[in-house]
């Protein structure tokens, strides 16, 4: 079975065309589907849309959320909610077409986990453009997972893949890394991208902003989440080090004669140590928090183990 998850927010003008032309693709892709639409708090019609579309088709699944959560809790509860062995994602804007699920399917033959569309040709604002190629060349830089469009919304997943996701906030953007890093093969197609008829986007060149930090939020968790001390600890390191050269500068011009109580450089010495001190503390307890967390998993892993054996 295929099943096909659309996030929907206030997209009330727009979801009933993408209803008329995916169901229309996925007849002719001949195999059993689904259709999951997560509305996500919207606050036009959208949800009254929906559910009477769900009177005429079976197909159909409505998950709602009572407010906005945001992509990814969106998507997370279709990865949950969703019954087929692959998985398609979809925005509600019809600016990626449901015609393009078909190559999603033919690179999925080659054996690929995950296959993220790219809008090689992208009908957007160019400063959108430019913000999504800028987080997708620092994405690359940081991580080596090399792929032209981490966002764009058509992507194909197995159903191995997305039931290991947890999501939030803004973790969406970076399914196909979290996948890479988890060991699942993560490839790319180019397809083809229009512009929005309906509607108005969600995001505009100041969720460039949103992302640096949620880039910065990833770096910590794919490289030090585990670790903690190494990041903490080097930083710390470095400032106490830093504050001890400078101390030790202005004792030894001290012994010299030169007055140092009125000197900027003195404060800020000072500060650099006690800044490095407490960076490398608050890395001592992250380590503790991370091994006492990691103690408690594996002891409930066996003990569930081991019901489980008893139970067979």
């Known amino acids: 079975m295929l099943s096909v998850v659309v996030p929907v927010y206030n997209e009330k003008e727009s979801v009933g065309a993408l209803y008329k032309e995916l169901s229309s693709q996925l007849l002719k892709l001949d195999t059993k589907y689904e259709l999951i639409f997560i509305n996500d708090g919207s606050t036009d ?77 992208r009908s957007d604002p160019f400063f959108k453009v430019l913000s999504s190629k800028l987080f997708n060349f620092l994405a690359g830089v940081f991580w080596g997972l090399n792929i032209h469009d981490y966002n764009c ?52 060149f100041s969720k460039l902003w949103k992302d640096l930090p949620d880039i910065f939020t990833m770096l910590f968790l794919s490289k030090y989440s585990a670790r903690p001390m190494h990041l903490f600890g080097a930083v710390g390191g470095i400032s106490a080090l830093a504050g001890f050269i400078i101390l030790s500068y202005l004792t030894i011009i001290h012994f010299q004669g030169h007055r140092i109580g009125n000197r900027p450089i003195l404060f800020l010495g000072m500060l650099l140590v006690i800044a490095g001190f407490q960076l490398f503390f608050t890395g001592f307890l992250a380590d503790l928090i991370t091994n006492l967390f990691r103690n408690s998993s594996s002891d409930n892993m066996n003990n569930n183990e081991e019901t489980e054996y008893i139970s067979f």
Not at 50 to 71: C, E, H, T, V, W
Not at 157 to 170: A, D, P, Q
Not at 174 to 182: A, G, T
């Open 45 to 121: 019609n959208s949800l009254d849309f929906l559910k009477d579309l769900g009177k005429k088709d079976k197909s159909i699944r409505i998950f709602s959320f009572r407010r906005n959560q945001g992509k990814a809790e969106a998507l997370a509860l279709g990865f949950q909610k969703a019954r087929g062995d692959l998985i398609v994602t979809l925005d509600a804007d019809l600016q990626d077409k449901p015609s393009e699920i078909k190559k999603l399917l033919l690179k999925k033959k080659e054996g690929y986990d995950v296959v993220c569309g790219w809008r090689k040709n």
């Open 153 to 204: 919304g058509l992507k194909l997943f197995s159903k191995e893949s997305v039931k290991s996701l947890k999501l939030y906030g803004g973790l969406h953007r970076f399914i196909p890394l979290i996948l890479y890093q988890k060991g699942f093969r993560v490839g790319e197609i180019a397809i083809e991208h229009r512009n929005r008829v309906y509607g108005k986007s969600k995001y505009g």
